[in-house]
């Protein structure tokens, strides 16, 4: 199993974060975003979606990260990052889903259209889409909305999804990470947020990251 990587990117982030919670080693192959490798022949051959996290198993391409954690969670099934019961998995499925589409393409819209490295493929991948610039207002807009309703449900819950750590908080900590590319700070005076992300950053698989990317 490799698994193609650029660490400081936000969706292999969560990947990374996932691997070290499952305390799994894998190979990887770095991808340097910055010189657009993913874009080279060779890498669009293995996997013509031109982005990166993805894993290479038995001749198979697994994209999309939280397919790749899944892929991960049914080969290392503990610790239980979705969940182990209906409910349990369904309430982390929900908040998983309401942070990638609220809070992470809202950041991302906001990033995208405000780079200029980007401004000719403001999608991820090889397709030449024009950035937006007046998008970037929205997305920092939609950004500030998400982590409102984050402070609001970290009022009320230890974790994102409940009172268990889960992908859910993974994928959170890592829409924070990445808000501050476009100078959000989603713990200023957001006191929940803040006490959560500080818990988060004493995990050993949090302090292993940071060593990674450092
Ligand atoms: N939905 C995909 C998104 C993957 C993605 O957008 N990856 C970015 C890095 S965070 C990438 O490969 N960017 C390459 C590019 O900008 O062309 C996932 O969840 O893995």
């Known amino acids: ?20 919670e499952k305390k799994l080693n894998i190979k990887r192959v770095h991808v340097d975003l910055s010189k657009h490798h993913n874009l080279k022949p060779k890498f669009l051959k293995l996997n013509p979606w ?20 899944r892929f991960l969670e049914s080969k290392k099934t503990t610790p239980k990052l979705f969940g182990s019961n209906p409910v349990e998995i369904a309430k982390i499925e929900m908040y998983r889903r309401k942070v990638e589409f609220d809070g992470l393409q809202a950041v991302g819209e ?15 991948g090889p397709a030449k889409i024009l950035a937006i610039p007046e998008l970037v207002k929205r ?17 009320k819950k230890k974790y994102v999804a409940g009172d268990k750590f889960s992908i859910a908080d993974i994928d959170a900590y890592t829409v924070l990470a ?7 700070d989603g713990c200023e005076n957001r006191k929940y ?5 500080e818990k988060l950053e004493k995990r050993k698989s ?3 990251y940071f060593n990674l990317i450092s």
Do not use: H
Request: hydrophobic fraction near 45%; charged fraction near 25%.
């Open 1 to 20: 199993m490799i698994l193609y990587d650029y660490p400081r990117a936000p969706n292999p982030m969560r990947v990374n974060l996932f691997i070290n």
């Open 50 to 69: 031109g982005t990166v996290p993805f894993l290479r198993y038995k001749n198979q391409t697994i994209c999309e990260s939280i397919a790749i954690c």
């Open 110 to 124: 906001a990033f995208r259209n405000s780079v200029d490295a980007f401004k000719e493929r403001v999608f991820a």
């Open 139 to 155: 997305g920092k807009k939609r950004s500030i909305l998400f982590f409102d309703f984050l402070e609001k449900n970290l009022k």
């Open 178 to 184: 990445f808000a501050k590319w476009i100078k959000i």
């Open 193 to 197: 947020i803040k006490a959560w992300a």
């Open 206 to 208: 949090f302090k292993d």
